[in-house]
């Protein structure tokens, strides 16, 4: 009868308090137990796993300008991270910061290409900023808007907002906008509407590392910031302390959009001079995995959105040395989220292994009892 | 004597964490008996059954069945030892008909036809009323418990548990009920019955087992037993509450209540044309079956609650009347109303789980001041005092309410609502979950707030507190104002039968 | 009684009788419209699997947002697999049988180890399904594209199939003079095997959710966990169960599209988006396998009418975003109704905790 006696072999606990250096130990393994299965499709593709990082570094930051095109690369998903840290921290999940982006950037492209070199470079760049801050804010609102009203799906709807974004500078790039007819390309901007370079870069970097703090103010100090993490706790206990729910989710996506578009409007502005359809290129998306992997903080946030710039930037440079897919990059981000979720739970939970019930287990699954039995049940 | 023993429980043990829910409890229940679990709120009543329904194992002990040692692992291995729990909150899925729930978890195959007979021939044989085609969404909560017992008799369960089942019920559907209880007991089967409620225990039951904190204090015979005998061994002595309650002069209307009425989202009346008022210096206690209204009541009067017609005045002490139908609870402090409200859902509505206590305390005052950043000085200040006062056991003010255990949230709660001096007070089941010292302090800090001058309400569910703690009892029927009676000159066995037929007496 | 029971079904039959005659009407006096549907079956067919997949998952309560990565990876998967078996035989040799078998296993076992990866994460692991769902999307598109450029490398050139095989797998093998009835014949007969194939599996579906046990039993699971636990059912086996096949049957859908819509031939960006259109399509069909077969040939049609029906002085560029428009009209319109049986399941997107309760 003793043998019917189940012992389960992994008990759950829910843990009351963690060493916080334990808590940072466990997320930093997860990061290297990443990189470990990031290794399998570079065996995959036949490189050696260990040259394939070391190239990846090396490609993007050994050069003064591998690190000026790295950080050009961090600029957009660190200030696209800061954008959707506000959403997330209350549980709205805003995919659509590449139409955001885009958005923006067609604000800004637009009072840039109106204008043409009629107002001075110091004005002409602000009104560029504020046009590009307010078409991400629009882009961003109406998703709000809708969540606040009706409780629509956030998700998708942002999600569908991004199609239509680039669908509309596929529009502008081959019609009103087109510059040699039949190119299908929006001109260079005049000089007098990029933004100015400091230490070779644009100066993008400069006003995202402000963002960071100004942000970083706006979600720890501000009553704002604490309605935002009041929403994201529970919806009722927000209405409970007298916030105006519907609002508040209203104008938190119009300053997520808002940043997005000031994104939008550093990328056109800065990065590439010129407005395309591939203006945001992914970071909306990348910016998620930023988000979260630095778990809402904005200090946080530079080192991650670093680390992903590196694996981008090199693992271009990958590509081209060892033939391997620069898609390699993508993966790697997707399995370090994967990490980062999953090692949440050893923080949250005590797992104990009984190792005797596991041995007993096994002695019992070898000794094939078990088919005599299952027969005995089929002969039942 | 052995074969007619059902299930017998040895020294059972069972701990979460550094908690000891249930300690040496030893059980023997007989075929064709009813038992009474008795227990105060906490004192592990559900943790044991769930020992025996599958859902947790003890840590050490014995579960014997027909002298038998067995492992309940799961709920499924339960049924298959013929026990079936009814849980206090139903396991039902909403969507499905009767009978899909009846069927659900069980080997057989599905054929809904069958299953409708079946379920037919047991509701004639214990006396059930019951449609196997209707959704679960169109039933009231007195015919979703019939399903639930259905269910487990279906898969012929020879023991049941009821978890508190009376707690949603009016006394007529009680009584139907323990009826039914009867007929299943002169059947043969075992019946546990978790309960607080002694007039039942004595009514209904042959044996009570006491548990106190965890610890099995003893079982006795029902007919050698008396309230008080019982009381005593649930908690430990002889209670007589004894609460305080100083008389305060010079009351002055606080808040008026005409007519009020609300609908939920599908429309369904929760309370109708409701008129009362309440005072400075006084507590009103509100009765009623679960469900009554009360929440509703609380939700509507600090504009969480959408109003479909009446009127909320609050009076202040220069007279003033002003209107709070239509204003959400922000508008309603910013024209100068102070309200503090404990809800009856803490970590859904009065607190934010995830944060510490600071934070929480700044969920009422974080809208103060012009400035856009938050003030934490004050809150933290708060946070220190409340923690000190109240004794709340927590390793900082930082750390995650909801990390907390029951008891420490609801004085987090308490104690942030009270700080403010409200000139209103509302609470709901301020001291459900809590031991008995808590409770004593929380009905004293409630009384202060009276005599400092404010409007106290208190939503409870003992009568007996209700009866000691306040002035005024507003009793509740069904969403209607059964009556607002002078709790120094009624009776228990009087509110009792208000909570049931609207007016009481007057009303028939 | 049963003078009542005959009146709900008279509604019930009349209303779809009615669209039907209206639809052939139309068909008779647009023509156009006909060949729009007939060629929507393909790119449908593609977002029937792909929202079948998300609905069965969707019923065990799970919401898996990671189905564009899902399908991404069907869709190299599936194209590998017959190109390898080709490879191995020799061109011409190749059973378009055993080819189109093999697509279909390749592109299940891809989606179904995703499946499996966002149960393990969620269910087990207790992660965010949101965040899960959005890694997954990048992961999976991710794997795609470094697969198909893996493949490309290796076969030098385009990663595609014979034009026999092409054939096999677009084969319209229905008899001609089905096609030939007038409206009906080019949309219903004028398929592929695959379109077929979905909706005996939507209507499979569909009785296993309403008619079997286990259908039940799952639909209880992503209703209340809590209900489903304590009547025995084993909560976990079925999330992850559900996932896995919902997995799998999304990515035969990625499958589906690169092997007709896009001749068999890999090319990243042009299934971008269907695996989003396919989970808002799960909300816009009310979790119902059957219409979800419609809806999907409409969203199809939507998808290509830029090609099908000219607009003068309209920017094709702008008819392109028409869907997406649609999608996130038809988001506001579901998200304000209220009728009980036509709600997600109850506990979509929320984790399980036993010890939580």
Redesign the interface.
């Known amino acids: 009868?003793a043998d019917?006696?189940?012992v389960p072999i992994i008990k759950?606990?829910?843990r009351?308090?963690m060493d916080p250096k334990l808590i940072w130990a466990i997320r930093v393994g997860s990061i290297i137990f990443a990189f470990i299965i990031g290794m399998i499709?570079l065996l995959?593709?036949g490189a050696n796993p260990f040259t394939s990082y070391g190239i990846i570094i090396s490609g993007s930051l050994s050069k003064k300008l591998y690190i000026q095109q790295t950080v050009k690369r961090a600029i957009p998903l660190l200030g696209c991270a800061l954008a959707i840290a506000p959403c997330f921290k209350m549980k709205f999940?805003n995919?659509g910061a590449e139409g955001q982006i885009t958005m923006g950037a067609i604000f800004a492209s637009a009072i840039a290409i109106w204008s043409g070199t009629a107002i001075p470079r110091p004005i002409l760049i602000l009104l560029m900023l504020i046009a590009g801050v307010i078409g991400g804010a629009i882009w961003g609102f109406i998703p709000g808007f809708?969540k606040a009203k009706?409780?629509?799906?956030e998700?998708?709807?942002t999600?569908?907002?991004n199609?239509?974004a680039i669908?509309?500078v596929?529009?502008l790039q081959?019609?009103p906008w087109e510059g040699r007819p039949g190119t299908q390309i929006i001109p260079m901007f005049a000089k007098n509407a990029r933004l100015p370079n400091l230490f070779g870069i644009y100066i993008g970097w400069v006003i995202v590392l402000i963002m960071v703090v100004l942000v970083h103010i706006y979600m720890n100090?501000?009553?704002?910031?604490?309605?935002v993490?009041?929403i994201g706790?529970?919806l009722?206990?927000a209405?409970?302390?007298?916030?105006?729910v519907g609002w508040i989710m209203m104008r938190t996506m119009l300053i997520s959009g808002g940043i997005a578009g000031c994104v939008g409007w550093m990328l056109v502005s800065g990065a590439n001079g010129t407005l395309n359809s591939d203006v945001a290129g992914g970071v909306g998306?990348?910016s998620?995995?930023v988000a979260?992997l630095s778990q809402l903080n904005c200090f946080a946030m530079i080192l991650i959105a670093s680390i992903l710039a590196i694996i981008g930037k090199g693992s271009g440079t990958l590509q081209t040395r060892l033939?391997v897919?620069s898609?390699?990059?993508?993966?790697?981000?997707?399995?370090l989220?994967?990490c980062m979720?999953?090692c949440?739970?050893f923080i949250?939970y005590r797992m104990s292994i009984n190792f005797k019930q596991m041995g007993t287990n096994i002695k019992y699954f070898f000794s094939f009892q078990w088919i005599h039995k299952s027969a005995k049940k089929e002969a039942k | 004597m052995q074969n007619n023993c059902a299930i017998e429980l040895k020294d059972i043990r069972k701990t979460f964490g550094s908690v000891v829910a249930n300690d040496g409890v030893n059980l023997q229940i007989n075929k064709g008996e009813i038992l009474c679990l008795l227990g105060e709120n906490g004192s592990g009543k559900t943790t044991l059954m769930n020992m025996l329904s599958g859902i947790y194992q003890p840590d050490s002990g014995v579960i014997l069945k027909d002298g038998v040692p067995i492992s309940i692992r799961s709920p499924k291995d339960s049924f298959a030892y013929g026990i079936g729990m009814i849980h206090q909150h139903y396991h039902l899925v909403d969507v499905f008909t009767a009978a899909q729930n009846i069927v659900l978890g069980l080997d057989e195959k599905l054929d809904l036809a069958k299953v409708n007979d079946k379920v037919k021939e047991i509701c004639d044989k214990y006396g059930f009323d019951v449609d196997p085609k209707m959704k679960i969404y169109d039933m009231s909560v007195s015919q979703k418990q019939t399903i639930e017992i259905v269910k487990t008799l279906y898969r012929g369960a020879e023991i049941l548990i009821l978890d508190e089942p009376t707690a949603v019920l009016t006394p007529q559907e009680t009584d139907k009920l323990f009826a039914v209880l009867r007929n299943m007991k002169d059947d043969g089967k075992a019946i546990i019955l978790i309960t607080h409620k002694l007039a039942e225990v004595l009514d209904v039951s042959d044996k009570v087992a006491i548990l106190r904190k965890g610890k099995y204090i003893g079982t006795v015979n029902t007919k050698e037993s008396t309230a008080q005998s019982l009381t005593d061994m649930m908690v430990g002595h002889a209670v007589t509450l004894n609460i305080d309650r100083p008389l305060c002069e010079n009351k002055k209307e606080r808040l008026r209540l005409e007519n009020v009425t609300v609908f939920d989202n599908e429309g369904v009346k929760k309370l109708d044309g409701v008129s009362f008022d309440m005072k400075t210096g006084e507590i009103l206690g509100v009765a009623g079956v679960a469900g009554s209204g009360q929440k509703e009541l609380l939700e509507a009067i600090t504009g969480l609650y959408p109003i479909k017609e009446g009127s909320i005045k609050f009076i202040d002490d220069a007279g003033t009347e002003k209107e709070l139908v239509g204003k959400t609870p922000r508008q309603i402090r910013e024209i100068g109303v102070g309200m503090g409200f404990v809800p009856e859902d803490r970590l859904g509505m009065g607190l934010v789980g995830s944060m510490g206590m600071t934070n929480n305390m700044m969920l009422r005052s974080w809208k103060k001041g012009k400035s856009i950043f938050v003030n934490r000085k004050s809150p933290e200040e708060l946070a220190k005092n409340v923690w000190k006062e109240l004794d709340v056991v927590t390793p900082s003010t930082a750390f995650p309410v909801r990390r907390m255990s029951g008891g420490n949230i609801q004085k987090v709660l308490v104690g942030r609502e009270i700080a403010a001096s409200p000139p209103v007070l509302l609470t709901a089941y301020a001291v459900r979950g809590l031991d008995i010292n808590t409770s004593y302090a929380i009905y004293n800090l409630l009384t202060e707030q009276k005599m400092n001058g404010a409007a106290v309400m208190y939503v409870g569910e003992e009568l007996d507190v209700l009866l000691e703690l306040c002035d005024r009892i507003l009793v509740l029927c069904g969403g209607k104002v059964s009556g607002v009676v002078d709790a120094r000159r009624i009776t228990k066995e009087e509110i009792g039968f208000m909570m049931t037929t609207v007016g009481g007496k007057n009303g028939r | 009684m049963k003078k009542l029971n005959s009146k709900v079904s008279y509604k019930k039959i009349i209303l779809p009788i009615a669209i039907i005659v209206v639809c052939f009407i139309l068909g008779l006096i647009f023509p156009s419209l006909v060949y729009l549907f007939a060629a929507a079956g393909a790119y449908g067919t593609a977002l029937m699997l792909g929202t079948l997949g998300e609905i069965i998952t969707e019923k065990s309560g799970n919401m898996n947002l990671g189905v564009e990565g899902i399908m991404y990876m069907g869709g190299i998967f599936g194209l590998i697999a017959p190109n390898m078996y080709e490879m191995s035989v020799g061109e011409g040799n190749a059973s378009p049988f055993l080819a189109i078998v093999f697509a279909i296993l390749s592109a299940f076992a891809i989606g179904a180890f995703a499946g499996l990866l966002f149960s393990f994460i969620t269910v087990t692991l207790r992660a965010n399904q949101n965040v899960t769902g959005l890694a997954m999307t990048t992961f999976g598109t991710g794997v795609a594209k470094f697969v198909g450029e893996l493949r490309r490398h290796k076969v030098g050139g385009y990663v595609t199939v014979s034009n026999d095989l092409k054939a096999a797998f677009d084969n319209k093998f229905m008899p001609d003079f089905l096609k030939r009835i007038p409206v009906i014949g080019r949309v219903l007969f004028d398929q592929s095997i695959f379109f077929y194939l979905s909706i005996l599996l939507a209507i499979a579906v569909f009785l296993f959710l309403t008619k079997t046990k286990k259908g039940l039993y799952l639909r209880a699971v992503g209703e209340s966990p809590v209900t489903a636990d304590a009547a025995g059912i084993n909560i976990t086996l079925y999330k992850y169960l559900a996932t896995i096949i919902g997995g799998g049957v999304s990515a035969i859908g990625g499958m589906v599209y690169t092997m007709t819509t896009a001749g068999c031939v890999w090319i990243e960006a042009s299934l971008a988006g269907t695996g989003w259109l396919a989970v808002a399509l799960v909300i816009f069909c009310s979790w119902h396998p059957i219409q979800a077969t419609w809806s999907s040939v409409l969203f199809g049609a939507l998808m290509i009418m830029y090609l099908r029906i000219i607009v003068p002085f309209f920017p094709q560029e702008l008819y392109k975003i028409l869907p997406y428009v649609v999608t996130v009209i038809v988001l506001v319109i579901t998200s304000t109704r209220n009728i009980k049986d036509k709600q997600p399941p109850a506990s979509l997107g929320v984790n399980y905790f036993r010890e939580d309760r």
């Not at chain 1, 100090?221 to 309605?227: A, I, R, V």
């Open positions: 009868m019917n006696v189940k759950l606990a829910k009351e308090s499709p995959m593709a999940w995919i809708f009706f409780n629509t799906n998700t998708l709807f999600l569908m907002m199609y239509i669908g509309i596929r529009y081959g019609g100090f501000t009553k704002q910031g604490y309605e993490a009041v706790d529970s009722n206990t209405r409970y302390a007298g916030m105006n998306f990348t998620i995995t979260w033939n897919p898609s390699v990059a993508e993966i790697i981000s997707g399995v989220l994967f979720l999953g949440e739970f949250n």
